[in-house]
Every structure is written in structure tokens, then in C-alpha cells.
């Protein structure tokens, strides 16, 4: 391991550094999301293994030979379950890249609702829309938009348009970086720095989209509390005035200052997510 990482991320963790490390080494746990099209069926309940509507255990599903499954960490759909579809009209999920939490908020959508996907890379958008196209059948063009943009500016140009925003801000993914020899080299502490001014700038564009009363969800999936609270703090220190902070409904993980961490170490291999919610005053 880099000696600058070790120090930097054993100073935030103390005790709890090397067993978040391990956890976060292990074998990812996924889970199967079954998305809705015109020729997907019903799957048996009992297969059914989380509250959250259409997720299905990773062995079951593969058994199933059923081709409308998007696989993922189970914490990460916690956070596109935060987002409210029922009655919003517009739903704007910033950062989409490959569509796991999209492809959530897309199955639960109300009539009335109309859900926009941007990303800034071209690879990543070109996933994003070839996984919105297989798992829906191209069904999702009916009230669903896949932009290639820049989130930052989108919200100066479409301010309060959106009720609802979701915000998975490119992030340190130390797990990526734990994974990855060149990532792990190549690691400087400035790096979750500049990041965190990134997800600065990203939040105050969402929050500017977002119309009065609306909500914005935020997640990383950092351990870096810099890029989550650290975050969030800044913005309710700099533009408090136009946002409440509210506590997430979700039931496995832990509670942050201003939001709620599922890390794998403690949420049995869970995670690692963070999330946070703001309301537009
Ligand atoms: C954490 S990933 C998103 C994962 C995605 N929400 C999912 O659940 O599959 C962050 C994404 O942000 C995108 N991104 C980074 N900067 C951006 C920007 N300024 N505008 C839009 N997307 C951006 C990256 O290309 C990447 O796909």
C-alpha cells in the first residue's frame, strides 16, 4: 500500500482502518435489480430479498436464465430509494454512469414523470444508454433522456426546474484505488482535495436546479468524510439559507453528522456508500 495513503486514511480511521480494509478488498456482494419493460414477468416473491422493490439475490438470479437483471452493491440502491418519483415531475440524476441507481428511480417512475440522465464521459454515456437499452427494450425513450453533458453547467442553464436530484458525484473510490496497483501509486492527498471542491461545485449546481421544496440526494462512495459531510457542510456554512438538511430513511448502516455511511465492515459487505439529503427552502 501507498505510505501516503496508509498515514492519510489510518489518521481518519484510527482502529477500524484495517478491518475497512479487508472488508473492502473481499469478493464484492451483489444483488439483482429486475428492470420493468413490456416483456418482463413476474418473478416469484419469495425470491424477493430486500424491501426495496425488484431485488433479487445473486445465486437466484442466475439461475433464472431472465435476461432484464442490472447487477450492483445492494447499498447503492439506498440511494436512489431516497429520491421521491411519485408525483415529481422532473427527476434529474447528474452523474448516471452506468445507470445502476438510474435504472432504480426509472422502474418506480409515475406517469407524470420524466427522468434526465447526464454523464460527462463518452464511455461511460454509451454504457449508460446500451444498459437503459437492454434492460428496458429502448422502452425508456418513452420518459426517460440520456444527455452527454456537463453537470456543473446544466444547473446554471435549467435553474429550478427539477422536484427531485439525484447527485452520485464522481468520488476518491478508494476501493477502486485498494483494487488497482497503478491507482494505489499514483495516490496523492491532494487528490481527495480537489475532489472535494468537485462535488462543491456539482452540489451547488444541483441545489440551483432544484425548485423550492424539492429534494437533492448526495452520495459518494468514498470513506473520505472530506467528500461527504465534509461536503455538505460546507454548503449548508455557505448557502444555508436556501436549504434544510434531512435524515435519510435508510435501515442498515450508520449515522453521520449529516447523513448515513454503509460500509462493508459493519453492514456485512455492504457499501461502501454515503448519503446525504438536502430540501430547497
Ligand atoms: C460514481 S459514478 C456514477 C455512478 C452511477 N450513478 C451509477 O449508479 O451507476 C460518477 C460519474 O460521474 C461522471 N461525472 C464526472 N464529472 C461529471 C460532470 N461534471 N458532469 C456529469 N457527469 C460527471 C463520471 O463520468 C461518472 O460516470
Not at 444527455?147 to 456543473?152: E, G
Request: aromatic share 12%.
Amino acid at each position: 500500500m501507498n505510505p501516503a495513503f496508509e498515514a492519510y486514511y489510518s489518521a481518519i480511521w484510527g482502529d477500524r482502518f484495517d478491518g475497512l480494509v479487508t472488508a473492502l478488498l473481499k469478493e464484492k456482494r451483489q444483488v439483482a435489480l429486475s428492470v420493468k419493460n413490456s416483456q418482463s414477468k413476474p418473478l416469484p416473491d419469495k425470491l424477493l430479498i430486500s424491501e426495496l422493490p425488484n431485488v433479487y439475490g445473486y445465486e437466484d438470479a442466475r439461475s433464472l436464465d431472465y435476461p432484464f437483471f442490472y447487477y450492483l452493491d445492494l447499498a447503492s440502491l439506498y440511494a436512489a430509494a431516497q429520491i421521491n418519483r411519485k408525483g415529481q415531475k422532473h427527476i434529474w440524476d447528474m452523474c448516471a454512469a452506468p445507470g445502476g441507481k438510474s435504472l432504480y428511480m426509472y422502474n418506480g417512475l409515475s406517469d407524470e414523470s420524466k427522468l434526465l440522465l447526464t454523464d460527462l464521459s463518452r464511455d461511460r454515456y454509451f454504457r449508460l444508454k446500451r444498459n437503459f437499452e437492454q434492460c428496458t427494450l429502448g422502452e425508456y425513450q418513452q420518459n426517460t433522456d440520456i444527455v452527454m453533458t456537463d453537470a456543473l453547467q446544466w444547473g446554471y442553464k435549467h435553474p429550478e426546474l427539477y422536484d427531485q436530484v439525484l447527485l452520485d458525484a464522481p468520488c476518491s473510490s478508494e476501493q477502486h484505488v485498494l483494487e488497482n496497483e497503478g491507482a494505489m501509486n499514483a495516490w496523492k492527498p491532494s487528490r481527495p482535495k480537489s475532489l472535494a471542491k468537485r462535488q462543491y461545485g456539482l452540489l451547488c449546481s444541483g441545489m440551483l436546479a432544484l425548485k423550492s421544496g424539492g429534494c437533492l440526494v448526495y452520495s459518494t462512495c468514498s470513506i473520505n468524510p472530506a467528500e461527504n459531510d465534509g461536503v455538505i457542510e460546507r454548503f449548508l456554512q455557505k448557502k444555508g439559507e436556501i436549504a434544510d438538511w434531512a435524515r435519510c430513511d435508510i435501515p442498515i448502516g450508520e449515522s453521520t453528522e449529516f447523513g448515513q455511511w454503509i460500509l462493508p465492515d459493519h453492514s456485512e459487505g455492504c457499501g461502501p456508500i454515503y448519503i446525504s439529503k438536502l430540501v430547497k427552502r
